[in-house]
Structures are given as C-alpha cells and as structure tokens.
C-alpha cells in the first residue's frame, strides 16, 4: 500500500484491520468518535463486525466475548469511558485475553490510568504512546501481535491530535512473526468432549472443585515480570553527553524531540529520552542515561504523573525538574498553548541555566 | 389393608449425596418415596423406595442433588 | 440393560447426571431450585445435538460453580455482562448456539441495561435467567425481582411497596421488545414444572438457531434459605409468592 494522506482515525483503524482485526465495539465520545466511525465503515466490507455499543461498559463486554472466541477485536474510548470499563479491562487481564484498548486522550492526563491501570487487583497492561502518526500505525500493528503473544491486553494511548491530524502513512503489513496456536479459544468444539474449554478470570479449572486463587494470581505476576524484561522500547537521542535530558511520551513528545534537535544543532548539550512502551516503563535504560547527565526535566501536560516513573528509575543519580504542566483549549479536550516549540525551548533553557 | 401395588420401574438412589431436602416425597405420583429414620455421612436424612415405582423419573426430575438413577422393567413385577 | 440371573430385565431410563455435567458435586443448599434448572439446560442441549457446537457465558451466582462442571464450552463473565459477552461471542462464531446463565440479582439490577440492550439488538442468543428474588450467594438480600411480601434477609416482614418500591417482571418486559423473537416463563416447583422448563429452553434454542432474534427463558428457582423457609416448603412458597406476580407461561412466540 503506497503512502496516502490519512487523518489519524481512519489510519489507525486501518492498522488495525491490516493487522487482522475484525471486531470493534465502542460508544461515542470525543475524541474518541472517528476511530469508531472508521470501523464501522472499514470493518463490514472485510466481513467484520462493528457494534455502536449502548455503553461502554457493553462495549468492553461485546469485545471480551469476540476476543474469547479467538477473534482479533478491539474496544476503546477517551479517559472518561476508560473509567467505566475498569472492572472489565482488570478482569480480561486475569482471564488472559489478548485485547487491544485505544485510549484516544484528552491530553495527557490518562497516565496514571493507563500505566497503573484503574482496576481492582494486581494486573498489568501493556502501554504503548505512539509520537505520530506513522509510528501510530506501526504500534497498532504490533499491538495484537504483542496481545497475542503474551495473552494480555494491550493499551494505545494515542490523543485528539493523533486523532484529527492528517499526514501521510504507510498501512502496510508487517510481520512481527509466529505466534502458537489459541487452542484456548471458546468455538463450542470441544462440547461433550470432557475437555472443553473455560475462558475464565476466576480461576476456574475446567471439572477441578474449588479453586487456588493464591497460585493464580501469582502465576499472573510472574507473567507480567516476564513481560518488563523483554518487551519496554524507547527512542534516546544525544544523551551521551547532555547535561539536560529532556524526557516526553506521546504527541507532546515530537514538539519537545524538535526542540532538542534545534538545540543540538547549535552546539547546545541537550538530550532527549521517549519511553514508547509507557508499561513496562524503559526504567534501565533511563537510569544509565541518568548516571551521565546532570538534569532530567520532563515535559509532560498533565500534573505530573509520568515524572513518578522517571523519579523511580533515576533516584538519585541526577535531579529530576518538571517543566511541563497542565495545558489545554477552552474545550478541555485538545491542545493548549503550552504545546508550542518556542515555549517549550524557553523552559529547557531556564533549566539549562540552573547552577 | 395394604392392596399390592405393580412395580413397573426402579430407582438407585446415590443416598450419600443426599442432603435431605425431602422434595423427592411429594413429586413421586405413586407415593413410594419415605425419608428414612437413619441418617447419611453427612447427617441427612434419606429417600427410601419402597414396591410400586413406575420409572416415571419425577424424584430424578425435582431432586438438587442428583441422586435417582431411574429404570424400567421389561414386564411387571411383584 | 441390567440383568442379573435371578433378578427381571430393566432398562435405564436416566442416569444420575445429564450427559453434558462432569460432576454431581456441588455446595449448593438443600432443596435449591438452580440444579434443576441446570439440568434441564443441558438436556436440551444434548437432545438437540448441539454440544459442539455451544458456548456458555456464565455470570456471577450460587450458580457459577457449574461453569467448571459443565462440559460445554464457556466464558465466564462478571456479575450482570453476560449479555454483553455472549453478543460478541456470537457475532464472531454466528454458528454457534450461544446462551447465558444469569441470576436476578446478576442480569436485573447489575445487569439489567445489558439484557434489555441484547433484546432491543435482537441479537441471535438465548438469555436463561434463574429466579429466586434473592441475592443467594451474598447472603440472600432482595434483588429487583423480589416480590411484596417476600421474605429475604433485608425483607424480613415481607418487601414493602413503600418502603422498597416494586419488583421488575423482566420476563414480560423483555417479551414487550420487537427484538425478542421468543420469551418464556417457567417454575421448577414440581416435575411438570421443571420438564416444561426442558420443551422451553428447546423451544428457545430452536429460534435461536433459525436465526429468529433475541430468546429469553426465565425459570423460577427455589432458595429456601434465602426465604427462609423449610426445604420442604420451598416450592409451595415459590408458587404462591413468586409465582402469583412472575407468571408462568409462554410470554411470547414470534412463528
């Protein structure tokens, strides 16, 4: 597929058909909308299903059914409607399903919700912040590969500029490569056999009385340390030797990545971290960055919430600086003048100046 | 006086799963089912059948716990 | 055929257990009314040769013990999403006969948008709702279902229209929906009673697989501990009480 021009929502729904998705349930709300309107205009003509869920509360539920089945399906919503799914999206994690979430944000205050997840329990999900769009696209794909693979959820934060912007991707396939067999996937086969199966955050074992919820949950935990060792990514350029690291996640992130790169470009010692996994947090890798370099300001538009996993990787190897804030339009759902490279710049040299 | 009642069916009941609900007594048509004055492991009372049953499956039919087993006989008996 | 040298030849008419349950174990109370109903679900389920061809999706009650006996392919799902679950399930496996088991306390106060939503769809699945006005698991406090006059453990003189406003009939709610092509209300107080539930869960079954909408069965349940009441006693007090407001019958049949 040639490169063409797309806004945000239709491009990451496309994605996501491109990577096998074929069921999508979602209730509108802004700026969440067009990625639903976009499934459920590119879903049918492929045989796939698109619900306009009464709730989103239904819509979780209509995906946990399709994705038991063995389907790839997909839910999602902005914040707000995340908040409602909380019970759902924690239990589906215990009945290890491979569901993939889009939250499109209303800024970047779902940090907190998405990496330490709103539900009851110990559970985990994947977080993944594309920068842009064409990296939007990549992470979409690799989404339900990565669901699949370790049989959890994973979560898309994307946001109202991901969404509304228009720029030229690639939908293309990719392959990230073999994944086994969902033999546990509920078709109704295996009925009268003695061994059908039970798709079950309970713990329930199918003809087992009683159940061990200890062994469970932990069996669970293990699984999620698992994933924090092999599956965090993030993007690092001239920190090798910058006395100020400037650290970002999601669209933010490219507004603060351009100032860096200006900076560099006039000499200046400047870095820039973006944790592109937001679970599992790329805390090794920042730490180290950390040991080499004298600040870390973290540019984030919300009260501060990613600053918490940065203070937790780099304790006290370096001093930690917020220089972003909450920022936003009169609507509260966009973007707000704080995103704007020459204020952005004028934060990280006061920084900069700091004795 | 007892007039002899034909005995068309069978029932084995599993008398340890038992809970002792009694619902089995009054679903039986012929009336053949009594709780008996012994009790199971569990300290439940249990159905006994005496002669007359006629295999209709109602005690399988009301009964939580899964115990009647029902059967048929080829000819009448007793 | 059992026979034995000097005993007459019989053959068995019914086993212990339905064919579709792994195990006849469960911790339910004395006299419980669920078991039944269970056992009429798999019944017709095999009397319709659809084994493998089934998915349950269980949600959150007494009743969820069966999730791990019955041998049928189920997701399980959390207090009132059944309906929900079993949307999804059945739009990705359209072949398949999908049906959920729900309490009233899971699927008409937690859950009551999800069913009446599944209705409204008419999506192709069959909704069974096990009846006791009471929230058995938890103890056995009052549901939306629970009738005037019903004893539960926070009814104890009787549920008060004025203190605790009406019950809901979902059964004749649902059945008001131009979704729902089928929708049946049935006791399991005597043996009649609970074969009646077996040709309704058949019944609804069969139009689910003609693709004919939304199926609903509702099947009145005894829980003499929740009324408290002597097991004995459970079913007269369900006929009286439950059965003078939820009313048995067919309550609707598209042709």
Not at chain 1, 196 to 216: H, M, Q, T, W, Y
């Amino acid at each position: 597929m040639a490169r063409r021009l797309m806004e945000g929502s239709e491009a990451i729904a496309a994605a996501a058909i491109t990577a096998g998705c074929r069921f999508f349930a979602g209730y509108p709300m802004t700026p969440f909308t067009e990625l639903l309107e976009n499934f459920a205009r590119q879903l049918p003509p492929v045989d796939g299903v698109c619900i306009n869920a009464e709730s989103e509360l239904e819509a979780v539920g209509m995906a946990w059914g399709a994705v038991a089945t063995g389907a790839r399906a997909a839910t999602g919503s902005t914040g707000q409607g995340l908040s409602l799914m909380q019970e759902s999206l924690s239990e589906i994690t215990r009945a290890e399903l491979p569901l993939v979430v889009f939250n499109m944000a209303r800024g970047q205050g779902d940090y907190f919700q998405a990496t330490r997840g709103g539900g009851h329990g110990d559970y985990r999900h994947i977080v993944l912040a594309p920068v842009d769009l064409a990296e939007a696209v990549q992470l979409t794909q690799w989404a339900f590969h990565l669901a699949e693979r370790w049989r959890n959820p994973v979560l898309i934060y994307g946001d109202y500029l991901l969404a509304h912007t228009s720029e030229a991707v690639d939908v293309t396939p990719i392959d990230f490569g073999e994944l086994p067999v969902k033999t546990w996937a509920v078709d109704g086969t295996l009925g009268g056999s003695g061994s059908s199966r039970n798709v079950n955050p309970l713990g329930f074992e199918k003809g087992k009385r009683g159940i061990d919820p200890e062994a469970f949950w932990n069996r669970l935990a293990a699984k999620h340390e698992q994933i924090a060792c092999e599956e965090s990514r993030f993007e690092a350029e001239a920190c090798d030797d910058a006395d100020v690291v400037v650290v970002a996640f999601g669209t933010p992130a490219r507004f603060a990545r351009h100032v860096v790169r200006e900076m560099c470009a006039e000499g200046l010692r400047v870095g820039h971290f973006r944790p592109i996994t937001l679970w599992p947090f790329p805390a090794a890798a920042l730490a180290k960055i950390a040991q080499r370099t004298k600040r870390i300001a973290v540019f984030e538009q919300n009260a501060g919430q990613m600053i918490d996993d940065v203070r937790l990787a780099v304790l006290a190897a370096a001093e930690v600086v917020p220089i972003g804030g909450i920022s936003t339009d009169s609507s509260g759902f966009g973007v707000g003048p704080m995103l704007d490279v020459e204020r952005i710049r004028g934060r990280v040299e006061a920084v900069m100046e700091i004795r | 006086m007892n007039i002899p009642r034909p005995t068309r069916g069978t029932v084995l009941i599993a008398t340890e799963r038992c809970k002792g609900c009694e619902l089995c007594i009054p679903a039986c048509p012929p009336r053949v089912l009594s709780m008996s004055s012994e009790v199971n492991g569990k300290g439940f009372r249990f159905p006994l059948l005496a002669p007359g049953c006629t295999g209709c499956q109602a005690c399988l039919l009301v009964c939580p716990d899964f115990c009647f087993e029902v059967y048929q006989f080829e000819t009448e008996v007793g | 055929m059992v026979e034995r040298n000097d005993e007459p030849l019989a053959h068995k008419v019914a086993g212990y257990k339905p064919d579709l349950l792994l195990s006849e174990d469960h911790h339910l109370c004395p006299g419980c009314g669920e078991p039944l109903a269970v056992r009429m679900l798999l019944d017709a389920i095999s009397e319709l040769d659809a084994a493998q061809k089934t998915i349950g999706v269980v949600g959150i009650g007494c009743y969820t013990t069966f999730s791990a006996t019955m041998d049928v392919d189920i997701i399980q799902a959390l207090h009132g999403r059944a309906p929900s679950v079993a949307t999804g399930a059945k739009r990705m496996r359209p072949e398949c006969l999908v049906f959920t088991l729900q309490g009233d306390g899971d699927m008409v106060n937690e859950g009551l948008q999800e069913v009446l939503h599944t209705a409204a769809r008419g999506e192709s699945v069959t909704c069974v709702l096990l009846n006791n006005g009471v929230f058995g698991e938890t103890g056995g406090h009052m549901t939306s279902t629970t009738v005037i006059g019903q004893r539960t453990k926070n009814s104890l003189e009787g549920r008060d229209a004025g203190y605790h406003g009406y019950p809901i009939l979902i059964g004749d709610l649902i059945a008001r929906l131009e979704g729902t092509a089928y929708a049946a209300r049935g006791s399991v107080h005597n043996a009649a009673g609970v074969a009646q539930v077996r040709r309704m869960l058949k019944r609804a079954f069969e139009t689910q697989l003609r693709g004919a909408g939304f199926t609903f069965v509702e099947v009145l349940t005894m829980c003499p501990t929740g009324w408290f009441v002597p097991t004995a006693d459970g079913p007269g007090y369900m006929d009286k009480v439950l059965g003078s407001v939820h009313v048995i019958g067919e309550l609707k049949a598209r042709t």
